[in-house]
């Protein structure tokens, strides 16, 4: 008798004689997470895994990089409605420290975010989960153009912490 045939045997013996019936949740599918995608079929095994707190690092470094990267879209999201408020009402040089202070936090968050996703694609057991890394560079050139393109005076960038 196979593995799969004798699990399968006490399940069947458990079922009959009603050792499943009054659970939480019964007759509907187990939840799913977000994380046990990244388990791919083997999402049950995370379960367990995770019910017994006993993760692999690998899936609780993906955890990580899914709050980094809301973090890094809401400090850029402020960004954008910080922007949008001086130049429409010209108080740059009130909003400048607050830009600047958004601008040093993303640069950290983003830096974070990019470790994480190195270290999760290296650890990573499949190549198919591989993360691709965030562009630090490229975003900050876009978060500095969005002040720029918004009318900020030459003056009051380096204060905005506007790269040259």
Same mark, same amino acid.
């Given at each position: ?59 609780? @470094? ?5 709050? /980094? ?5 809401? &400090?850029? =999201? #402020?960004? %954008? *409605? ?39 694609? @290296? ?5 198919? /989960? ?5 562009? &630090?560079? =490229? #975003?900050? %050139? *876009? ?22």
């Amino acid at each position: 008798m196979s593995w799969d045939q004798i699990v399968e045997s006490g399940i069947q013996e458990a079922m009959a004689a009603g050792a499943f019936h009054g659970l939480a949740g019964e007759g509907r599918p187990l939840p799913r997470r977000p994380e046990e995608r990244l388990a791919g079929n083997d999402w049950v095994g995370f379960k367990v895994l995770q019910n017994g707190g006993l993760l692999p690092a690998w899936l609780v @470094l993906a955890r990580e990089i899914e709050v /980094l990267g809301a973090k890094v879209e809401e &400090i850029d =999201g #402020r960004q %954008a *409605r910080t922007v949008e408020a001086a130049s429409r009402g010209g108080r740059w040089a009130a909003v400048a420290p607050l830009l600047r202070d958004l601008r040093t936090d993303f640069v950290a968050t983003a830096r974070e975010l990019r470790r994480k996703q190195d270290r999760f694609n @290296l650890d990573a057991p499949a190549l198919s /989960l591989e993360r691709p890394g965030i562009w &630090i560079e =490229g #975003r900050l %050139a *876009r978060l500095d153009g969005r002040v720029r393109e918004a009318g900020c005076p030459e003056a009051l960038l380096t204060a905005a912490g506007v790269s040259a």
